[in-house]
């Protein structure tokens, strides 16, 4: 009787688990229970068209049949940079303001008030990071002295992990980010997700400068950029102390509280933007994740990569930044 009755709560207990939701993010990416229908949307056990048993030849086409221009399984349209409420569902609490700009801009075109002029139209993009396996030079990667950067072939997939659960304990991560990105040999780095979701911009005008996230993330991020970018992440004093790095001696701070004028001499410096002077710093301080529309003059323009190359020059330099030329350094510092 007591072995049937061991058998008989192992038996519950397993139900349970097998039953309980795998919490990650929206849609099907996550929540799976042991009769999930999610597997159907993406996969073919014998008839796949693409690795993994995918539905397309590749893993961005199948994104963006959700997520694409002509998409209409998901609001949120990354190509085009802006959430549309086309999915069917109804989120509660909204989860983005309609027509209005994706926090991460978009990867053709985007809604961004780059000129500071109080207003926003869809514009194609000045830059973007690649998304369609393309190969490039992930800036920075690499410890002190190693080169400019590696080459690496990004997708969606490489950031995102469409099956979510990365958190730890299948839990959220922002974005459903993994916690390392493929091909980047990086430390694991969990960035939380949100408390409330919220896939908009928080500006009506279009301003992408000065926007809002949870303190966790924003700081999260910074490592997990540099999961890539080793080199970039520099905390308050990397402006006044030499790395070591022939290239990347000197740099500005991309993670921590304010800049290091604070933190060096106690306090905030006299001159500055109050509205933007005390924040804490991060990659997205400065810079989108998908890409920009911001233009840049004659100085931005024309400034050498890494690797000592001007090409592409001109607007396409403008490097995911939110703001039209150097508008980034002005409106923190104010000179």
């Not at 949870?214 to 540099?226: K, L, M, P, R, S």
Request: aromatic fraction near 8%.
């Amino acid at each position: 009787m007591k072995r049937k009755f061991s058998i008989i709560a192992f038996m519950l207990t397993l139900s349970m688990w097998m039953s309980a939701p795998v919490r990650a993010d929206n849609g099907p990416h996550g929540h799976y229970t042991a009769t999930t229908d999610a597997c159907a949307g993406c996969h073919r056990a014998h008839v796949a068209q693409g690795e993994n048993l995918l539905i397309t030849a590749t893993s961005y086409d199948l994104c963006l049949t959700c997520h694409g221009q002509t998409g209409s399984g998901a609001d949120t349209d990354v190509m085009d940079g802006v959430y549309l409420a086309r999915d069917g569902e109804t989120e509660s609490p909204e989860e983005g303001v309609v027509n209005r700009g994706l926090k991460g801009g978009g990867f053709l075109n985007a809604r961004m008030d780059v000129s500071w002029s109080g207003s926003a139209s869809p514009t194609s993009v000045t830059s973007s990071h690649i998304w369609d396996e393309r190969g490039g030079i992930a800036w920075g990667s690499g410890g002190i002295g190693s080169g400019p950067g590696s080459g690496m072939s990004l997708t969606c997939i490489s950031c995102h992990n469409p099956h979510g659960g990365e958190g730890g304990n299948n839990g959220a991560t922002y974005r459903i980010l993994r916690v390392v990105p493929l091909g980047s040999g990086g430390e694991q780095t969990i960035v939380p997700d949100e408390d409330v979701k919220n896939y908009t911009i928080d500006d009506s005008s279009g301003k992408y400068f000065g926007q809002d996230y949870d303190e966790q993330i924003y700081n999260d991020i910074a490592h997990w950029c540099a999961r890539c970018h080793d080199r970039y992440l520099a905390y308050d004093d990397a402006g006044h102390t030499d790395s070591g790095d022939p290239i990347f001696a000197y740099r500005h701070i991309t993670v921590g509280s304010g800049c290091g004028c604070h933190n060096m001499h106690g306090g905030p410096p006299p001159t500055g933007n109050p509205e933007y002077r005390h924040d804490k710093i991060s990659c997205f301080t400065c810079h989108v994740a998908h890409g920009t529309s911001a233009a840049m003059g004659e100085y931005s323009g024309s400034v050498p990569w890494p690797n000592g190359s001007t090409s592409p020059g001109g607007s396409a330099r403008s490097a995911l930044l939110r703001v039209n030329n150097r508008g980034v350094c002005q409106l923190c510092h104010d000179k």
